[in-house]
């Protein structure tokens, strides 16, 4: 047997016993998504608006002020939002059906929409899709009050209407 042979024959062998002495593992992942739709309405800041006589002289509803929220979904998604009055301090006929919005920008990832707004109770305020790689569905509108069927007693002092808007997100997907 030639030299070089023998040397190409133990290596050979060599290698098959290695190769048949491997081991073999394996390793489990799991992703677990904690919130597939995330909802953040920092841009909503409180709303502290004194009424004057050209809101009640002019045309019913008028806006009072404004709403802004960013959703991010892995999932197709409606923007909702309600309102729970908290208090009406001596202002008769008050109510959350006073007040509604509008929905007047969306934009970002997901293809978002406005929804028709309306009246809180809840309302949709838009709808999007799938908003994974972008920074997310971005929603703004107004916010607005009728005061045509109000009665205040005891002016002065003043009085006030306080209510908290809640905000929503649902999936859609059937």
Do not use: K
């Amino acid at each position: 047997m030639h030299p070089a042979r023998s040397i190409a024959i133990v290596l050979l062998a060599l290698a098959i016993g290695w190769a048949s002495g491997l081991s073999q593992t394996s390793q489990t992942v799991t992703v677990t998504v904690n919130q597939s739709l995330y909802l953040d309405c920092s841009a909503a800041v409180a709303i502290n608006y004194t009424v004057t006589q050209t809101d009640i002289e002019g045309p019913q509803p008028f806006t009072i002020g404004t709403w802004g929220c960013n959703v991010d979904s892995l999932t197709n998604f409606e923007l909702s939002a309600n309102m729970t009055m908290t208090s009406t301090a001596d202002i008769v006929n008050a109510s959350a059906d006073d007040f509604s919005a509008t929905c007047t920008s969306a934009s970002g990832g997901g293809s978002p929409s406005c929804g028709p707004g309306g009246t809180f109770g809840p309302i949709t305020l838009g709808s999007g899709g799938n908003t994974a790689g972008t920074p997310g569905a971005d929603f703004s509108g107004n916010v607005r009050l009728n005061v045509s069927d109000w009665d205040v007693r005891a002016i002065p002092p003043s009085r006030s209407v306080s209510g908290v808007i809640n905000y929503s997100v649902t999936d859609s997907t059937p």
